[in-house]
Nanobody
Framework: QVQLAESGGGSVEAGGSLTISCAASGWTYSRYCVGWFRQAPGKEREGVAHMNNDGFKVYADAVKGRFTISRDNAKSILYLEMNSLKPEDTAMYFC?????????????????WGQGTQVTVSS
C-alpha cells in the first residue's frame, strides 16, 4: 500500500519562495502520475502540477512559470518548488498518486493521498 507524507509547509510573505516535499513509502507503481493539489477554505480541491513516469509535466495556469514539480526517484520524494508566491496561493497542499501514466486534473482519478501541508502567504 502506497503511503504519502507531505512536509515543508509554512508561512511566507508575498513574493517569497517555499519548497514542499512528499515522501512515498510502499511504492510499487512502475507507471504512475504523481501530483500536487491544493484546497483553500471554502473552495474545491484543485490540481496544481502533475508529472508522470516519463517525465511529462503539466501545470495549472495559475501557477505556470512560478511553480516547478520534480521527483527524486531514488528517494521516492516528490517536490513542489514555489516561487513568487501570492496570497491566493494560500491553501492546504496535498500530494497524490495514481498507478497510471495518464494524468488528470480531477482529484477523483487519484488513488493515494497524503495528509496535507499548510502553505500561508501573507501580503
Amino acid at each position: 500500500q502506497v503511503q504519502l507524507a507531505e512536509s515543508g509547509g509554512g508561512s511566507v510573505e508575498a513574493g517569497g519562495s517555499l519548497t514542499i516535499s512528499c515522501a512515498a513509502s510502499g511504492w510499487t507503481y512502475s507507471r504512475y502520475c504523481v501530483g500536487w493539489f491544493r484546497q483553500a477554505p471554502g473552495k474545491e480541491r484543485e490540481g496544481v502540477a502533475h508529472m508522470n513516469n516519463d517525465g511529462f509535466k503539466v501545470y495549472a495556469d495559475a501557477v505556470k512559470g512560478r511553480f516547478t514539480i520534480s521527483r527524486d526517484n531514488a528517494k521516492s520524494i516528490l517536490y513542489l518548488e514555489m516561487n513568487s508566491l501570492k496570497p491566493e496561493d494560500t491553501a492546504m497542499y496535498f500530494c497524490a498518486a495514481r498507478p497510471s501514466g495518464y494524468c488528470y486534473w480531477e482529484s477523483a482519478q487519484f488513488d493515494d493521498w497524503g495528509q496535507g501541508t499548510q502553505v500561508t502567504v501573507s501580503s
